[in-house]
């Protein structure tokens, strides 16, 4: 019987390997780029920055992977494509858009104003007191404007493209990007399908619950439950980290912290 050759099977690794090598470092190179705009979007929606981070970090990692040098574009740039796309993607997806009133969205605009307004002058974020003296507004009207942002994401979020300088980065930023990965390899099949699917991959909650034959009510919580799971575990840091790259136990790792 003809021997086959193992030559191409291992040049086949090899090139994986290099390309995944070169991923990683792109990513730890520039994670500095999600910080600063998932604040801002933050800033603009009523989601919780960790959470935005999470999703930031993925649209990098992304576009590490999709990143062609020949084409000329910089990476950076290519990179903030990628990060914003992913977390608008994300904001899109929480919840159905709600037209809210002119009213509202005059608010929504001057409260834009004063967060850039106390960035550029490098003052702490406001207080919900200092805003509602800032916006003009009541205690009723506060109220019901808080309510609204709650039920809307502003419609003009995608205009929305100046993200503030980065502040100074937590020592556990590039920890928290090369772990990643690692921790999302080691998901439940499920919530590892839906979180690349709809972050990484860009597809609607529609899309992806007909793939899945399910309700698009459930991969929206299964996605939640996955990128509180992403977060609670790089939160444990170095431990995680190890558990990902020496553990092939399946969920084991993800169990330790």
């Given at each position: 019987m003809p021997i086959r050759s193992t030559a191409a099977p291992v040049q086949r690794a090899s090139l994986r390997r290099d390309q995944v090598n070169r991923r990683n470092q792109r990513v730890a190179s520039y994670h500095e780029l999600v910080r600063p705009i998932a604040l801002h979007y933050s800033a603009l929606s009523p989601e919780y920055p960790d959470d935005l981070i999470q999703v930031g970090l993925l649209g990098l990692i992304r576009a590490a992977e999709l990143f062609?040098?020949?084409?000329?574009?910089?990476?950076?740039?290519?990179?903030?494509?990628?990060?914003?796309?992913?977390?608008?993607?994300?904001?899109?997806?929480?919840?159905?858009?709600?037209?809210?009133?002119?009213?509202?969205?005059?608010l929504e605009d001057k409260l834009r104003q004063v967060i850039r307004s106390r960035q550029s002058l490098g003052q702490p974020p406001a207080s919900p007191e200092e805003i509602r003296d800032a916006l003009g507004l009541g205690i009723e009207q506060w109220?019901?404007?808080?309510?609204?942002?709650?039920?809307?994401?502003?419609?003009?979020?995608?205009?929305?493209?100046?993200?503030?300088?980065?502040?100074?980065?937590?020592?556990?930023a590039a920890e928290e990007a090369g772990a990643a990965m690692a921790v999302l390899a080691q998901l439940a099949p499920g919530p590892q399908a839906?979180?690349?699917?709809?972050?990484?991959?860009?597809?609607?909650?529609?899309?992806?619950?007909?793939?899945?034959?399910?309700?698009?009510?459930?991969?929206?919580?299964?996605?939640?439950?996955?990128?509180?799971q992403l977060r609670d575990q790089l939160d444990c840091g170095e431990r995680v980290v190890s558990s990902g790259l020496k553990s092939r136990r399946g969920s084991s790792a993800v169990q330790a912290c």
């Amino acid at each position: 019987m003809p021997i086959r050759s193992t030559a191409a099977p291992v040049q086949r690794a090899s090139l994986r390997r290099d390309q995944v090598n070169r991923r990683n470092q792109r990513v730890a190179s520039y994670h500095e780029l999600v910080r600063p705009i998932a604040l801002h979007y933050s800033a603009l929606s009523p989601e919780y920055p960790d959470d935005l981070i999470q999703v930031g970090l993925l649209g990098l990692i992304r576009a590490a992977e999709l990143f062609v040098p020949s084409l000329g574009t910089p990476f950076s740039a290519f990179a903030r494509h990628h990060i914003r796309g992913a977390i608008l993607h994300y904001l899109r997806d929480q919840a159905a858009p709600i037209r809210v009133p002119r009213r509202q969205q005059e608010l929504e605009d001057k409260l834009r104003q004063v967060i850039r307004s106390r960035q550029s002058l490098g003052q702490p974020p406001a207080s919900p007191e200092e805003i509602r003296d800032a916006l003009g507004l009541g205690i009723e009207q506060w109220e019901r404007f808080q309510r609204l942002r709650g039920l809307a994401r502003p419609l003009s979020l995608e205009l929305q493209s100046q993200e503030p300088a980065a502040p100074e980065l937590v020592p556990s930023a590039a920890e928290e990007a090369g772990a990643a990965m690692a921790v999302l390899a080691q998901l439940a099949p499920g919530p590892q399908a839906v979180v690349r699917q709809v972050v990484l991959e860009g597809h609607s909650l529609r899309r992806v619950a007909k793939a899945l034959n399910v309700s698009p009510m459930t991969v929206h919580r299964q996605l939640n439950r996955a990128l509180t799971q992403l977060r609670d575990q790089l939160d444990c840091g170095e431990r995680v980290v190890s558990s990902g790259l020496k553990s092939r136990r399946g969920s084991s790792a993800v169990q330790a912290c």
